[in-house]
């Protein structure tokens, strides 16, 4: 495993771990900045602003079935990341992944 991976690697997993934890990553990764890091966070920030925006619409269908299925498909992808980066993986979460690298950009 090389450095980078090794030195972004805390930070990476601690960004998956809530919003809350996303923004502690962010502020980890200020100085010195790592790209192992910031990929991590930026598939993170995007997966926690599409669960908020996505969990409101979910809302409106007033449906047990829907708002189970949307956690579980929400936490399949977020286990899929966190996995990544335990396994010091640049790998982005399917569907929207490639898409938060591009949106997020001003993650740095």
């Known amino acids: 495993?090389?450095?980078?991976?090794?030195?972004?690697?805390?930070?990476?997993?601690?960004?998956?771990?809530t919003i809350v934890g996303t923004l502690i990553a962010l502020s980890m990764n200020s100085e010195p900045k790592n790209e192992f890091a910031r990929?991590?966070?930026?598939?993170?920030?995007g997966l926690?602003?599409?669960?908020?925006?996505l969990a409101f619409l979910v809302s409106?269908?007033?449906?047990?079935?829907?708002?189970f299925g949307f956690y579980i498909f929400f936490m399949i992808l977020l286990l899929y990341g966190f996995t990544g980066a335990l396994a010091g993986k640049k790998q982005t979460v399917p569907l929207l992944g490639k898409y938060f690298q591009q949106w997020f950009s001003f993650i740095s």
């Open 1 to 17: 495993m090389n450095d980078t991976i090794k030195q972004g690697k805390t930070a990476a997993i601690v960004s998956y771990i």
């Open 48 to 53: 926690w602003v599409a669960f908020f925006a």
């Open 60 to 67: 409106f269908a007033n449906s047990l079935y829907a708002t």
């Open 39 to 45: 990929f991590h966070i930026r598939q993170a920030f």
